[in-house]
């Protein structure tokens, strides 16, 4: 993969002529009173600017919905979208000065809503004279000044990356994306940016990006032989350095990396997908690390570096726009320089503000196709299901999951090696509002049960490999004796354990005994009736993300791949149902697995 010329050496790699200014005059930050040896009680030069970021956008430009096609709510009551973001942004800039503000983001731009979904399979941005991505759109009207790479803007191929980076005007980074045959970046690393102070000599602010290790893992597909993706700390190490002798005076990372030190795949790769506060601690020279990946919010968090001392201040925004981070510099002119005195951070809430209408007005057409588009009926269903209690029951709507999983799998193994071997399926409950209406299924309906961009393998296991399997899922569960009364709103999630990691597998009858500790919980494990043979084989049809390793569940991530393919499982959903016409929860449902306390049933 050549590097992108004109984006790196254009916006990126030059120290003088090619920096961006975005300058200006603006009255300087008060004084504090003392010289920092300027002699003569002068008060000393001084400047403050802002730098905002935002961070997992996944797709979201309006406060909308497309999986129930209205606005969107959640028990906190956020809202999402970079329409609410705008008004954000333009509040900060008209408090601070336009030109003494930056934006940035942290990736995770392309993927997530039905809207980015659309732009890039139904009517996508690759095509000849196609239409421009409407994340590119709105980012341009808000005018941001470099986003960093997630590991999710791979998801599509590199092809729609390429023409999505083509199509912003601002640098997408990735120092440590590296072309995989010259292991030069094969994106813009960093870019400097200039902002213009009163006092004669501007700042400069360097803004390094980079992005998930996993990406080799997860979406190995489309990258493999193609780019490699080193640690961040190794190329944050190669590259602080740099920007520092190149006479950055404020160093920025964005980091498509959490801040816990933690990877959720085990150890697929020698890289900690989690790294962001590793990168603060083990780097010397970094000012501040806008943080992603995690979809947590942090709104000031402060790690020592361990080499000087210094503190470097951390920030992560909630996910899809649902807050805007502030880093705020305090700066004074020391020694012939500008120093940082001073870093902090905060977040605001997106939904303190309305939508700005220059976004929505940019994106109306866009949004109305994809709300025609999800709102297209593709059968019926005879029964209403929902997974308002999938968390804790074998539920049909999860079994339609399953079902369709492994038939697909079935039928691509027919006539092979591998054909006489009984196929289970694993699913799990990712959204607990999502339902199949009695009556007529749209896309939308089909999609909201399977909100990821996920795609189907086939893995081959043994039977003590899935008992194995099943008892880490069972970890989901918080240990309940016997006799206990159960709330179900504390009964699970056990350890910050998500839904989506939690799986259901079927094609098998199992007891989880939630009096039981995590490792002896799950009991009557049986196939067709009969206890599990711990050496028969099976084929499992698993995600890719927990086939790659997501979740770090055993044995799957090693075991021998029979088949995969790149279609998304929720597209195979809504081709399932169109293919039938009709879907009939009698003809699927069963009640593979149910909790129980010392062999009686919690439900």
């Known amino acids: 993969m050549p590097l992108n010329r004109r984006t790196f050496l254009g916006t990126s790699a030059a120290a003088g002529a090619g920096v961006a200014i975005a300058g200006g005059s603006a009255a300087p930050a008060a004084a504090h009173g003392h010289d920092h040896g300027h002699g003569h009680g002068r008060p000393p030069k001084r400047y403050s600017f802002t730098v905002m970021g935002t961070t997992d956008l996944h797709g979201n430009v309006f406060n909308?919905?497309?999986?129930?096609?209205?606005?969107?709510?959640?028990?906190?009551?956020?809202?999402?979208?970079?329409?609410?973001i705008s008004t954000l942004v333009d509040q900060v800039r008209r408090e601070k000065?336009?030109?003494?503000?930056?934006?940035?983001?942290?990736?995770?731009?392309?993927?997530?809503?039905?809207?980015?979904?659309?732009?890039?399979?139904?009517?996508?941005i690759t095509a000849k004279r196609g239409p421009v991505h409407p994340m590119a759109q709105a980012m341009n009207a808000i005018g941001y000044d470099a986003a960093a790479l997630g590991n999710h803007e791979f998801n599509y191929g590199i092809p729609v990356l390429r023409k999505f980076e083509e199509q912003c005007d601002f640098p997408l980074l990735g120092a440590n994306a590296l072309d995989a045959k010259t292991l030069r970046p094969a994106f813009a690393p960093y870019v400097i940016k200039r902002l213009r102070t009163p006092h004669g000599r501007d700042v400069k602010v360097a803004i390094l990006g980079l992005t998930n290790p996993g990406i080799a893992i997860w979406d190995k597909a489309n990258v493999g032989g193609k780019m490699v993706?080193?640690?961040?700390?190794?190329?944050?190490?190669?590259?602080?350095?740099?920007?520092?002798?190149?006479?950055?005076?404020?160093v920025i990372?964005?980091?498509?990396?959490?801040?816990?030190?933690?990877?959720?795949?085990?150890?697929?790769?020698?890289?900690?997908?989690?790294a962001a506060g590793l990168v603060a601690e083990q780097v010397p020279g970094i000012d501040a690390i806008l943080v992603g990946h995690a979809h947590l919010e942090i709104p000031e968090y402060f790690v020592e570096n361990k080499q000087t001392g210094k503190k470097v201040v951390l920030s992560e925004p909630l996910k899809w726009g649902q807050r805007l981070t502030l880093f705020d510099f305090d700066l004074v002119w020391e020694k012939g320089r500008w120093v940082v005195e001073k870093a902090g951070s905060q977040v605001l809430n997106s939904n303190t503000v309305a939508e700005d209408p220059k976004i929505t007005r940019l994106l109306t057409d866009e949004h109305k196709k994809v709300v025609a588009y999800v709102n297209q009926v593709i059968g019926t269903s005879t029964a209403a299901m929902t997974t308002a209690e999938a968390a804790w029951k074998d539920e049909p709507i999860i079994d339609l999951i399953n079902v369709v999983q492994a038939e697909t799998v079935k039928a691509a193994l027919a006539g092979g090696a591998y054909a006489a071997l009984p196929v289970l399926s694993q699913a799990s409950c990712f959204s607990r509002t999502a339902q199949i209406p009695a009556g007529d299924v749209t896309i939308k309906d089909a999609a909201g049960l399977y909100p990821f961009e996920n795609t189907l393998e086939a893995r081959l296991l043994t039977g003590a490999q899935l008992k194995d399997y099943l008892e880490f899922s069972a970890r989901y569960y918080?240990?309940?004796?016997?006799?206990?009364?159960?709330?179900?709103?504390?009964?699970?999630?056990?350890?910050?354990?998500?839904?989506?990691?939690?799986?259901?597998?079927?094609?098998?009858t199992y007891e989880i005994d939630i009096a039981k500790p995590n490792g002896s919980r799950i009991v009557n494990l049986?196939?067709?009736?009969?206890?599990?043979?711990?050496?028969?084989?099976?084929?499992?049809?698993?995600?890719?993300?927990r086939a790659s390793g997501g979740g770090n569940f055993p044995h799957v991530a090693g075991a021998k791949q029979l088949w995969a393919n790149s279609e998304e499982i929720r597209n195979t959903i809504i081709a399932w149902v169109q293919a039938k016409g009709s879907v009939d929860r009698s003809q699927f449902a069963s009640v593979d697995w149910r909790l129980t306390r010392d062999g009686t049933p919690v439900f």
Do not use: C
Request: net charge negative; glycine share 8%; charged share 20%.
């Open 64 to 84: 909308w919905d497309y999986f129930t096609d209205k606005e969107f709510d959640d028990k906190a009551h956020n809202d999402v979208g970079l329409a609410k």
């Open 97 to 124: 000065g336009r030109r003494n503000t930056l934006m940035i983001d942290a990736g995770d731009t392309i993927q997530g809503t039905q809207l980015s979904y659309y732009y890039a399979k139904i009517d996508p």
């Open 229 to 250: 993706f080193p640690g961040l700390e190794e190329q944050a190490a190669k590259f602080v350095p740099r920007l520092r002798s190149m006479g950055a005076d404020v």
């Open 253 to 274: 990372v964005s980091a498509h990396s959490g801040n816990s030190g933690t990877s959720s795949y085990g150890d697929q790769i020698p890289y900690v997908e989690n």
């Open 478 to 508: 918080v240990q309940t004796a016997a006799g206990a009364p159960v709330d179900t709103a504390k009964l699970t999630n056990a350890d910050n354990t998500p839904d989506y990691n939690y799986d259901a597998v079927s094609g098998l």
């Open 526 to 545: 049986a196939f067709e009736g009969k206890p599990i043979d711990p050496a028969a084989q099976f084929v499992l049809a698993v995600n890719n993300y």
